[in-house]
Nanobody
Framework: QVQVVESGGGLVQPGGSLRLSCVAS????????LGWYRQAPGKPRELVAR???????NYGDLVKDRFTISRDNAKNTVYLQMNSLRPEDTAVYYC???????????????WGQGTQVTVSS
């Protein structure tokens, strides 16, 4: 059994900051990729950022230079530092862990339940 659990969402004023955390737990053999997606009402889910086990990162165009993704391999944890937040960043943020558990025959996607981020004055 694998669990992916996010934390750190909430309400913040425009220009403010938030830090999201996500931990993957269970019988995990490896986690090649950890990342964050978001989905606003009426919009498709979109990539926010992703980081590989060796530290290579990719960011969505809308968050470059404002958000920073990092991971702690020893803790199976990924973080998303969000600065200069804007109302359009309001969405449910989902953590994704591309990993191989003891039951998987190949790398599989495991999603968290999502955490709400609201940017409003």
């Amino acid at each position: 059994q694998v669990q992916v659990v996010e934390s750190g969402g909430g309400l913040v004023q425009p220009g403010g900051s938030l830090r999201l955390s996500c931990v993957a737990s269970g019988s995990i053999l490896s986690i090649p990729v950890l990342g964050w997606y978001r989905q606003a009402p009426g919009k498709p889910r979109e990539l926010v950022a992703r980081v590989t086990k060796d530290g290579s990162t990719n960011y969505g165009d809308l968050v470059k230079d404002r958000f920073t993704i990092s991971r702690d391999n020893a803790k199976n944890t990924v973080y998303l530092q969000m600065n200069s937040l804007r109302p359009e960043d309001t969405a449910v943020y989902y953590c994704i862990a591309v990993l191989r558990s003891r039951w998987d025959t190949s790398d599989s996607n495991y999603w968290g339940q999502g955490t709400q981020v609201t940017v409003s004055s």
